[in-house]
Nanobody, 127 residues
Framework: QVQLGESGGGSVQTGDSLRLSCAAS????????MAWFRQTPGAEREFVAV????????YYADSVKGRFTISRDNARNMVYLQMNNLKPEDTATYYC????????????????????WGQGTQVTVST
């Protein structure tokens, strides 16, 4: 089991950058696929990015591709989301999520696949 906690959110202006961090506690962090999702009030949780267990393979939502970068440091039990060239439509609560199930049929873009979640960190981008 792993516990997750996000930090690094804030209020910025269009074009600015932010780096979100997600600290994981518990054993065997490298067992977990890690992802970032975001959510706005009244909307479903939206996939942002996912990273494999060793930090090599990544996949991004089209809306953030080329602007956001997901990374991890397994020695420190940390996951990061570097967000550049932020836009007002990036405004949301950002959550990190983890899953340890191994199944070729997993849809990594589906929030329901993830068992472990942080409490979220708010990102607000103004014009």
């Amino acid at each position: 089991q792993v516990q997750l906690g996000e930090s690094g959110g804030g209020s910025v202006q269009t074009g600015d950058s932010l780096r979100l961090s997600c600290a994981a506690s518990g054993r065997a962090f490298s067992r977990y696929m890690m992802a970032w999702f975001r959510q706005t009030p009244g909307a479903e949780r939206e996939f942002v990015a996912v990273l494999d267990r060793i930090g090599v393979s990544t996949y991004y939502a089209d809306s953030v591709k080329g602007r956001f970068t997901i990374s991890r440091d397994n020695a420190r039990n940390m996951v990061y989301l570097q967000m550049n060239n932020l836009k007002p439509e990036d405004t949301a609560t950002y959550y990190c999520a983890g899953l340890d199930r191994r199944d070729p049929m997993i849809d990594y873009g589906d929030a329901k696949e993830y068992r472990y979640w942080g409490q979220g960190t708010q990102v607000t981008v103004s014009t």
